[in-house]
């Protein structure tokens, strides 16, 4: 049995038994052991990405009764100027929980506080470079086929999201190194706050202010920087005493090293994320494009929504696959694996039949179109196998971070999706005159699908052991690197 923790470590009594003992789930054979740790964080995880996506969500919902120009224009500032940035920054803090997870796990507690400092730099200087696609969204759209009236107004929106931005440089890696710590009821109830807030405002500045679809877009800034500074102040103000010892000019060391692990997470990731972006940008080329724009957006609204579950499902996954390769234990990161993809699947199959059976309800929520909510009606078998596929793909690439595999990773996601998946999608949407359907069906088999089962092929293959001691090369190397900074 490997060693406990006592509160003496500085450690909360929560995390001890999660990491009690490097074989105890094998030894014991015992699935609700596993279970209980991965719940542990996937479900405050789901209630946090549910919080914080529906804050975008009540967003556009708000909009949408504004009219369909303006739910068109607010939807795709959401799903392609918000999305393709968020994918890139999300994707770079991923490089913190693989370095946190795994020096958490071997109880480097000392290299987490500097670790999360150097992704504040990097993310925060790549969000000055993604700033044109704020500034320059009108051409970007119109070159991309948007209609001029979306595309005007979409770029008049998109500045007024500029300070969520860079919120996002910072909250992301600050989620990542609470989560790595299992401090994840923090996050959930910052996100709750932060939902609470949002409603209000909206309420405020829609109804009671009437500053249109403009002040619409603005409440998302309020409750985004409220998430940040709850944050922010509990891990610098003695919410984590043992791995946050203030600022420290170590920082500044190795972010060259730091910076190209962030860019090939930040590259894996986004080329999931952006996948369904591109999807809806492609669909400004067809006819009546704002019906199919919107139609389009309210799925991948709804499907964004329900992403959280297996999203979360990927925090838990990278976390604990993670924490067990920093101890040492390959086998217990083969079982955490195991457990988080079979428990993700099951929910995945229950809320595809759910969206089957509402099929001819669900457009409702954003629009009160009839041909809106018809043509939401037309996708919504596509919508359900999409939430099937994606209750397996996500939690693989948890895997996958949490093993430090993003690089690889990332080469089998640019072939799958942006060599199969998209030219398949232009041929059955327009060449076979298939339309939003034959895009995102293509999309689907050719990407998504080709993709989760090569994942599945490599995780059945992995050689876990010599992950393990990957795992334990990695920390060592890192763990130098900063012992050289210090002298």
């Known amino acids: 049995m490997g060693e406990r923790y006592d509160e003496s470590d500085g450690v909360e009594k929560a995390t001890i038994p999660l990491l009690r003992g490097q074989h105890e789930a094998e030894d014991d054979g015992d699935i ?15 209630f946090t990405r549910i919080s914080t996506n529906l804050i975008l969500v009540i967003t556009q919902a708000f909009a949408g009764h504004l009219g369909e120009l303006e739910l068109a224009a607010i939807s795709i500032v959401s799903n392609v100027i918000i999305g393709f940035n968020v994918g890139l920054l999300l994707g770079m803090a991923s490089a913190l929980q693989t370095l946190c997870g795994q020096a958490f796990g071997a109880k480097r507690y000392d290299m987490l506080g500097v670790y999360l400092q150097r992704s504040w730099i990097v993310l925060f200087l790549f969000s000055i470079l993604l700033l044109p696609m704020y500034f320059f969204a009108t051409p970007i759209l119109k070159y991309f086929g948007q209609p001029d009236d979306i595309a005007e107004l979409s770029g008049s929106i998109a500045v ?20 790595c710590q299992l401090k994840n009821r923090v996050i959930a109830i910052s996100s ?78 986004c080329l999931e994320s952006w996948y369904y972006k591109i ?53 217990g990161a083969r079982f955490a694996m195991i457990i988080s993809v079979t428990q993700s699947l099951i929910i995945g199959i229950i809320l595809s039949v759910l969206v089957v059976f509402l099929h001819d309800q669900i457009g409702w929520i954003f629009s009160t179109s009839e041909t809106v909510i018809n043509a939401v009606k037309n996708l919504s078998i596509l919508l359900a196998f999409t939430i099937l596929l994606n209750s397996v793909q996500p939690v693989l690439s948890g895997v996958a971070v949490g093993s430090g595999w993003q690089s690889f990773v990332a080469y089998i996601n640019l ?50 052991e010599k992950e393990a001691q990957k795992a334990s090369v990695r920390i060592n190397k890192w763990s130098i690197s900063d012992s050289e900074a210090r002298n």
């Open 279 to 331: 999807l809806i940008l492609m669909t400004g080329n067809l006819e009546d494009t704002k019906i199919a724009v919107d139609s389009l957006s309210i799925c991948m609204m709804i499907n964004g929504l329900e992403m959280m579950i297996p999203i979360a499902f990927l925090t838990g996954t990278s976390v604990r696959v993670a924490n067990e390769l920093g101890a040492g234990n390959g086998k």
């Open 160 to 179: 007024w999201v500029i300070p969520i931005h860079f919120a996002f440089a910072f909250v992301f890696p600050l989620n990542r190194f609470l989560n």
């Open 192 to 269: 709750g706050i932060a939902l609470v807030v949002h409603i209000f405002v909206c309420c405020l500045f829609v109804y009671g202010l009437k500053l249109g679809v403009i002040g619409t877009v603005a409440t998302v800034n309020v409750s985004w920087w409220l998430n940040l500074v709850i944050l922010f102040t509990y891990t610098t103000c003695g919410g984590c005493p043992l791995t946050w010892t203030g600022f420290s000019m170590e920082a500044f060391t190795g972010l060259w090293e730091f910076a190209h692990l962030s860019a090939s997470s930040g590259v894996m990731l």
């Open 415 to 464: 072939g799958c999706y942006y060599f199969i998946g998209l030219p398949l999608g232009f041929f059955m949407g327009w060449i076979y005159k298939f339309g939003v359907k034959g895009i995102w069906a293509g999309m689907i088999f050719g990407g998504t699908a080709i993709q989760t089962l090569i994942l599945i092929f490599i995780v059945m293959r992995c050689d876990w």
């Open 32 to 46: 609700l052991v596993e279970t209980k740790k991965l719940w542990r964080i996937v479900g405050p995880a789901i």
